[in-house]
């Protein structure tokens, strides 16, 4: 069984569109995450939720939109992309809070191109 | 300057060598973690540590807490550690601030 899943793995769209990624994990952890790595398979955190909370909001375009139906679910919504956009987006689950319990299960990633 | 900064970037080694990668943070951290990016591109947690030294087959991580500094070193390598290695700090609350990686290859 896959701990944490994400869809689709890959995701061409054109710029100006709309799209969402999915995220469900199975392992009855408490925080979910957002990350974005950047051609320089740079990682930056974008959002974190906890039980269903938004804990951390980087530094981010109100573009993005993530969505915690419960707490093994958090998608990522993303209007109007850009070709900056293009990256791959990985979606984690941990325990704890990152800091003190927090072993991080990372999804495969989707890889989103933008044209 | 980063917050959290690794050394070498880029590391290429013999089958059998001892490798050791280093991890400067400027951040105070509840925790530190190594991460292992394979070829494919899937990411994998280490280790997460806040104090001493961990060992898991041919890994061991350290941290000195004081001096804000943490490696990992791989005894007797193979080329099936050939991956990034990540750095991350973790920060109280739920945010980890990354490093740029160390790209390892080991040869056969």
């Known amino acids: 069984d896959t701990a944490v899943s994400q869809t689709p793995k890959y995701l061409v769209t054109q710029m100006g569109n709309d799209k969402s990624i999915k995220c469900e994990q199975n392992l009855g952890h408490d925080t979910m995450y957002w990350y974005k790595q950047d051609s320089k398979k740079f990682l930056k955190i974008m959002f974190s939720y906890n039980n269903k909370e938004l804990i951390i909001n980087e530094t981010v375009p109100n573009r993005f939109s993530p969505k915690s139906p419960d707490k093994a679910h958090l998608n990522l919504h993303i209007n109007s992309l850009e070709l900056g956009d293009s990256a791959v987006y990985f979606c984690?689950?941990?325990?704890?809070?990152?800091?003190?319990?927090?072993?991080?299960?990372f999804g495969p990633g989707t890889r989103l191109l933008v044209l | 300057k980063n917050e959290v900064e690794q050394s070498p970037q880029n590391l290429t080694a013999q089958e059998g060598e001892f490798i050791t990668i280093n991890c400067s943070y400027s951040v105070g951290i509840s925790a530190l973690h190594w991460l292992q990016q394979h070829p494919g591109g899937g990411i994998v947690s280490l280790f997460m540590?806040?104090?001493g030294k961990k060992k898991h087959g041919r890994l061991i991580a350290t941290i000195n807490i004081q001096e804000k500094h943490s490696s990992l070193h791989i005894t007797a390598s193979h080329p099936r550690d050939s991956a990034v290695y990540i750095c991350?700090?973790?920060?109280?609350?739920?945010?980890?601030?990354f490093g740029e990686g160390t790209q390892l290859t080991v040869n056969p």
């Open positions: 540590l806040s104090s």
């Open positions: 991350a700090a973790g920060e109280s609350g739920s945010r980890l601030t």
């Open positions: 984690a689950s941990s325990k704890g809070l990152a800091g003190t319990q927090g072993t991080q299960y």
